[in-house]
């Protein structure tokens, strides 16, 4: 069984970066789909980022140009750059490896 770990949540200020990692207890190179979902409480989890195997990416629009989403098979980790952070994209973010999920990372941005 996958096991996955997510760092590098936090508190920055309007206009700073943060860079999430999840990492994966074996080979991820298998996998096809990786994703970062967020979720803000009362409200669904929605989806924020998407890279596939060949290294494909894709955007939520609230995010695109913001945030860049990449992946290392060679250790196993994706990660989830965002700068030019907001007050709006404060949430508990979450990696998804195929089908697992992680058990998510509290990123609180302050205006």
């Known amino acids: 069984q996958v096991q996955l770990r997510e760092s590098g949540g936090g508190l920055v200020q309007a206009g700073g970066s943060l860079r999430l990692s999840c990492a994966a207890s074996?080979?991820?190179?298998?996998?096809?789909?990786m994703a970062w979902y967020r979720q803000v409480p009362g409200k669904e989890r929605e989806l924020v980022a998407v890279i596939t195997a060949d290294g494909s990416a894709s955007y939520a629009d609230s995010v695109k140009g913001r945030f860049t989403v990449s992946r290392y098979n060679a250790n196993n980790t994706m990660y989830l750059q965002m700068n030019s952070l907001q007050p709006e994209d404060t949430a508990v973010y979450y990696c998804?490896?195929?089908?697992?999920w992680g058990q998510g990372t509290q990123v609180t941005v302050s205006s």
């Open positions: 998804k490896v195929g089908v697992l």
């Open positions: 074996r080979s991820i190179s298998s996998i096809f789909r």
